[in-house]
């Protein structure tokens, strides 16, 4: 079984924190007050979490469809800043038969222009009708 091509957005802008924070209900200073940020330790905003997991979350139920989740986990690795392209991508872990249903196991990864892995994840899926294993 052969993942889609990565994914790559950017670069990101404090703009689209701030859209992320409105729709979230996360208004953390941290995210959009660069004064609050650089005295929390932070060069400038960093971007909410949630919004680079939920875009490597959503390339993955993109390929294997929403309603076929079963199990999902997310690691934070390094923190994303305005400017930064972030690539989306994973790889098939495992193939297996557990409860009746072909399921198959993603390692997920959103890595920084660097190439530093800013989250990781790893996602449970039940096989559409028709997809090959």
């Known amino acids: 079984m052969t993942p ?3 994914l790559i957005i950017g670069p990101i802008t404090r ?3 701030v859209r992320y924070q409105g729709a979230s209900g996360d208004m953390n200073p941290v995210h959009h007050d660069e004064p609050f940020a650089t005295a929390a330790g932070y060069p400038s905003p960093l971007g909410v979490g949630m919004f680079h997991a939920g875009v ?3 390339w993955a139920t993109n390929w294997l469809g929403p309603d076929n ?3 999902t986990r997310i690691r934070w690795k390094r923190p994303v800043f305005a ?3 972030l690539t ?3 790889s098939v872990e495992r193939e297996y038969e557990e409860n009746g249903e072909s399921r ?3 390692a997920l990864s959103c890595t920084n222009q660097d190439g530093h892995v800013t989250v990781q994840g790893w996602m449970t899926f ?4 028709g997809t090959q294993a």
């Open 104 to 106: 198959v196991d993603l």
């Open 88 to 90: 989306f991508a994973g």
């Open 4 to 6: 889609p091509e990565a």
């Open 83 to 85: 400017g930064d392209v």
């Open 56 to 58: 490597m979350n959503t």
């Open 126 to 129: 039940v096989l559409p009708e």
């Open 15 to 17: 703009t689209d924190f």
């Open 69 to 71: 989740v079963r199990r």
